[in-house]
């Protein structure tokens, strides 16, 4: 990126170069990104985005990162990331609205401060709302799309708002996933009062359970694989051997094998070889296709 566009940039947002995924990621992996860019606005946002494309330089709107893998290359582009200034929310009755850099398990803390019932599945989830939309997350048989009434959505230079059925949102799956061109920037949820007491103590024992059954102590991107209609992914990496493998840095949790952890010095090679080796052994041996849940980004293949 020449001067004149850094400095076209900079009029919109803050501009930072060379900076690692392994501070933009969960999984703490990864090469440089040539340049993170955090717009101030939404006009800062939609100017951004145009720069880009005007002038052929690759881009990328992140949230969390808490469920990408990038490969250990250099992304020679933008990083377009909304955490710092996209994070505002207010509480109307029992709707809250809220921007797409928000915390998802922040939201969740405020609407239990609320006595506000609906976002508990989602307080051990580390991701943005933007994030969470792209890929209606979920846990404890609740996912976004069971609150979600409209999405605010940055199409080219338009700002629109889509209804839940616009969504098309299904298990891990959003219309989002498949217009990746698409910046997903606000929304609107519906909650249900409640009692305060009743919430905090649902909340709480989600967290402990999670604490009990998943590797949290290591950095990971959460479950790494989808279910298979009808089971279970963790229940195939299991019967073919692989808790505890351990490929370099990457290991399948011990605790929980549908999470692929770094155990400290991972490279994102290690994680996608140990994945791949998964995906093709559930399929010779029980003929089952295992989807990543984790998104890969800046891989030549």
Same mark, same amino acid.
């Given at each position: ?64 990162? &808490?469920? @990408? ?8 582009? =933008?990083?377009? +990331? !909304?955490?710092?200034?996209?994070? $505002? ?83 891990? &799956?959003? @219309? ?8 997903? =920037?606000?929304? +609107? !949820?519906?909650?249900?009062?409640? $009692? ?106």
């Amino acid at each position: 990126m020449n001067k004149e566009t850094e400095n076209k940039l900079k009029q919109f947002g803050d501009l930072e170069s060379n900076v690692s995924f392994r501070n933009l990621t969960t999984f703490r992996v990864g090469g440089n990104a040539q340049n993170v860019f955090y717009p101030r606005n939404i006009f800062g946002l939609t100017n951004a985005i145009s720069i880009c494309r005007q002038e052929g330089i690759p881009f990328k709107v992140l949230g969390n990162g &808490s469920n @990408i893998l990038p490969s250990d290359d250099d992304f020679e582009g =933008v990083i377009i +990331k !909304l955490t710092r200034y996209f994070i $505002d929310y207010y509480f109307d009755d029992e709707t809250l609205y809220a921007q797409c850099g928000c915390s998802l398990i922040a939201l969740s803390y405020k609407a239990m401060e609320m006595s506000l019932s609906g976002l508990e599945f989602a307080n051990g989830i580390p991701a943005t709302l933007g994030g969470a939309l792209f890929m209606n997350a979920g846990a404890y048989k609740c996912e976004m799309s069971d609150i979600v009434e409209e999405v605010q959505v940055l199409v080219d230079d338009d700002v629109m708002w889509l209804g839940r059925d616009q969504c098309q949102f299904s298990y891990r &799956s959003s @219309i989002f996933q498949r217009h990746p061109e698409w910046t997903i =920037v606000s929304c +609107k !949820l519906k909650l249900k009062r409640g $009692d305060h007491e009743a919430i905090q103590q649902l909340v709480e024992s989600r967290r402990e359970k999670r604490r009990s059954t998943q590797p949290l102590n290591f950095p990971s991107a959460g479950s790494t694989f989808r279910n298979p209609e009808g089971s279970f992914a963790w229940k195939y990496i299991d019967e073919i051997g692989y808790r505890g493998k351990r490929i370099g840095g990457a290991q399948v949790s011990e605790k929980h094998s549908n999470f692929i952890i770094n155990t400290g010095d991972a490279t994102a090679t290690d994680i996608r070889t140990l994945a791949d080796e998964i995906i093709e052994k559930v399929r010779k041996e029980h003929n089952v296709d295992l989807k990543m849940e984790v998104e890969k980004f800046n891989w030549k293949e």
